[in-house]
């Protein structure tokens, strides 16, 4: 209901966009727009456009018919705001890599002011390349390699919880603490238990008023996650303000957040920080956790490629004296089926199955007219189960990634300026947890209902409900 309440108030709030969008304007800036024509496709109903029709289904097999009727470039219009849509490799890098300063990202501005409006994905430019620099360097390998313990604690702890409790889990649910956890670790390295608390109570908080109704009405899910997140830089600056006192120079992201000065010898503001440490959590939470799950729903339903998986991993246990010693680096890069079950998990499970652009200028596309103002989404999904470019689409077959994609046609990181700097990141929190759940614990997935689910991102149903044994206490 709530969902329906907020698309309504949505379409009312783009009306006036709308009214005065120029679409009918004989514009001259740049090039001769008059020449171009918008790309084939509808724009649906007056103001609401085909909002209802993608809500009404599942929004990829809405994008495949438009695909199959229009092509590779197709218009409608949502919530009240025109789009060109793209579902070729080719156009998605135009929009992503080649004419990526043509396009600028684009958020409501109610999440915007949610997450924080320093954070990097917002911004293109200086600010985003200084930003993006450090924190694709806090996230690289050479540094996320010593997180490797870390995250191992992390894996099981969580392993032995669930194991231990006996109960029926909700798979995604866990993964986002997992995710969570690893976030605060590659964030601030060792972070004291009781500020850990807090950030995750607040952030809880957050996370569920993330997508209700934009009002500040005390009482309300969005109105509460807004104190949350007031709450939450509370927190920071107390944890930022520890370590100044203390004088300690980390080499975590906090420690390069901190320390980073622009060429005018500027440092960053504490709300600066605060947002791109809020941004990041975000971000990394949902996705690698729905990632995960994913990759247990498609081992478990393959018994044979899980034996296979397990004797790899096996083989890594027993040369680490019986699981004694911790997982290095190297072995993380010679698990070569699990990595390739990984792949094909991005792959099918898309987890993100579109981005948003916008047009910052008019843009001319084989001859198609993208008008400034326009939304501009590559559709990565679609791509992702083309046949042309992957066979069968709806096998899951690990396989097919014995050979490399061909370019561009396998974006489940996006690609260029945004693309995911967190990506080797969530791989490595992956390949980790699936280490010690095959060599140590089994698992049952509970109930037979299959589907997807978003919340946004796609998940299993339910959220992949599952029961975990040690294998020292399996039932027969
Ligand atoms: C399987 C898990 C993940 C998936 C599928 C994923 C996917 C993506 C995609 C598709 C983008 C580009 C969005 C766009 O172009 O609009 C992106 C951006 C980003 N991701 Fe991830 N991500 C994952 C995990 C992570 C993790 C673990 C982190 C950090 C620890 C992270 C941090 C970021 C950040 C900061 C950006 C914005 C980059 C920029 O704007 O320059 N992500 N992610």
Redesign the pocket.
């Known amino acids: 209901m709530e969902t329906i309440v907020f698309i309504i108030l949505y379409v009312i709030l783009f009306l006036s966009t709308l009214l005065s969008y120029p679409f009918l304007r004989k514009q001259k800036r740049g090039f001769p727009i008059e020449r171009y024509k918008l790309p084939p496709g509808s724009m649906g109903w007056p103001y609401i456009g085909e909002t209802l029709q993608l809500y009404s289904q599942d929004p990829n097999i809405f994008f495949l018919t438009k695909q199959k009727r229009y092509g590779e470039i197709f218009k409608t219009q949502i919530l009240g705001c025109p789009c060109a849509m793209l579902a070729s490799p080719e156009a998605a890098r135009f929009v992503?890599v080649t004419h990526a300063h043509l396009f600028k990202?684009t958020y409501p501005k109610s999440k915007e002011m949610m997450i924080g409006p320093w954070?990097?994905?917002?911004?293109q430019g200086e600010y985003?390349t200084r930003?993006?620099k450090l924190?694709?360097y806090s996230?690289a390998p050479d540094t996320i390699r010593k997180l490797i313990p870390g995250i191992e604690h992390i894996a099981l702890s969580a392993l032995d919880s669930w194991a231990a409790s006996g109960q029926v889990i909700n798979t995604f649910y866990e993964m986002k603490k997992f995710?969570f956890d690893?976030?605060i670790l590659?964030?601030f390295g060792h972070l004291d238990g009781g500020y850990k608390e807090k950030l995750e109570e607040n952030y809880r908080i957050v996370d569920k008023g993330y997508n209700s109704f934009p009002t500040k009405i005390p009482g309300s899910a969005h109105h509460k996650a807004l104190q949350a997140r007031k709450r939450l830089n509370q927190i920071l600056s107390e944890i930022i303000r520890e370590r100044k006192e203390k004088r300690l120079v980390e080499k975590d992201l906090l420690g390069h957040l901190l320390n980073v000065k622009d060429e005018k010898g500027e440092t960053l503001t504490e709300d600066q920080i605060a947002d791109?440490i809020i941004?990041?959590?975000f971000?990394?939470?949902d996705?690698?956790a729905?990632?995960?799950t994913w990759i247990l729903k498609f081992l478990h339903d393959d018994p044979k490629l899980l034996e296979a998986v397990k004797a790899e991993q096996k083989a890594m246990y027993e040369s680490n004296n019986g699981g004694k010693e911790h997982l290095t680096w190297a072995q993380t890069r010679k698990m070569t089926l699990t990595y390739r079950v990984l792949l094909e998990g991005?792959r099918m499970?898309?987890?993100?199955s579109f981005?948003?652009?916008e047009a910052v200028v008019d843009v001319e596309y084989k001859g198609y007219l993208i008008p400034k103002g326009w939304k501009v989404m590559?559709l990565?999904r679609n791509i992702h189960h083309n046949p042309e470019f992957f066979s069968d689409p709806h096998d899951f077959d690990p396989s097919r990634f014995e050979v490399a994609p061909k370019p561009n046609t396998f974006?489940?990181?996006?690609?260029?300026?945004?693309?995911?700097?967190?990506?080797e990141?969530?791989?490595l929190?992956?390949l980790i947890l699936i280490h010690h759940l095959v060599t140590k614990f089994r698992w049952e997935v509970v109930g037979s209902e299959s589907g997807i689910q978003y919340g946004p991102?796609p998940v299993p149903q339910q959220g992949l409900p599952a029961r975990f044994w040690k294998q020292s206490s399996c039932p027969s």
């Open positions: 992503l990202p954070a990097l994905f917002f911004h985003h930003l993006r924190v694709q996230l995710s690893v976030g590659s964030i791109n941004g990041i959590l971000a990394a939470q996705t690698t729905s990632f995960i991005l499970a898309s987890i993100i981005t948003f652009r590559p990565f974006m489940p990181f996006g690609n260029g300026v945004h693309a995911c700097p967190g990506n990141l969530a791989k929190e992956a991102f």
